[in-house]
């Protein structure tokens, strides 16, 4: 499809285990975004890709958190040593501008990875 | 810490019914956008309000923008059962960072 996709879809883990979160953005765009939902919430910012550059990882919560996108398309959302904390959904979002200006920073999501840690 | 507040948290109304929330938030913005979530998907883009605009509307969704206030509505007009979601502010303070308020949960009841 043309869409964000995420995948997997549903991901359960052992605390202490590592897990990766994969998103395929909508071809050809520029940005790329990752958020965590918890329950109930609205989308936290974690981090935003300008093609292959993390131009900010402000929002990731610790060091366990890492995130790549080494060819400036597909993104890997990397979370080592998992803690039940970090039980939400994982959401990517791209668009196609590389500015906040405008209407090029509309974002585009994926259903999201809903992460849980027992 | 998120940059902004939906009110009311829930909604619930009749089908037929307008359906009004709020979104306030806390610095200046270069435009401010509401989306929708549908439980269990990810969020749509609804509609996008420039700093220099006070009104929108788009189909059946008209939104307002005060920025002395620092505040957004949206209005969803004949409200639908297919309207049911959570729907979310979101603004971009500076560059491509967004940041989305809490939600409010709009229930419409057929």
């Known amino acids: 499809g043309a869409g964000v996709s995420q995948s997997p879809r549903y991901k359960v883990a052992k605390r202490g285990q590592d897990v990766a979160l994969r998103c395929d953005p909508i071809s050809g765009h520029v940005s790329l975004f990752w958020y965590q939902q918890a329950l109930g919430q609205g989308p936290e910012f974690l981090t935003y890709f300008q093609n292959e550059a993390q131009l900010d990882k402000s929002g990731l919560p610790s060091d366990r958190f890492f995130a790549e996108r080494p060819e400036g398309s597909v993104s890997t959302l990397k979370i080592q040593r998992t803690q039940q904390e970090d039980s939400a959904v994982y959401l990517c979002?791209?668009?196609?501008?590389?500015?906040?200006?405008?209407?090029?920073?509309?974002?585009?999501f994926g259903a999201g990875t809903r992460l849980s840690v027992l | 810490s998120q940059q902004g507040e939906e009110d009311p948290q829930a909604l619930s109304i009749q089908e037929g019914e307008n359906a009004t929330m709020n979104c306030s938030y806390k610095t200046s913005i270069n435009n401010l956008q509401w989306y929708r979530q549908n439980s269990g998907r990810g969020l749509v883009h609804l509609i996008l309000?420039?700093?220099?605009?006070r009104e929108k509307h788009s189909g059946r969704l008209r939104v307002t923008l005060d920025t002395s206030k620092k505040s957004s509505s949206l209005l969803i007009t004949a409200s639908r059962a297919a309207d049911t979601a959570s729907y979310f502010c979101?603004?971009?303070?500076?560059?491509?960072?967004?940041?989305f308020g809490t939600g409010t949960s709009l229930t419409v009841i057929p």
């Open positions: 979002a791209s668009s196609s501008g590389a500015s906040g200006r405008g209407a090029k920073n509309i974002q585009y």
């Open positions: 979101a603004t971009t303070p500076t560059g491509n960072q967004f940041y």
């Open positions: 309000i420039r700093s220099n605009e």
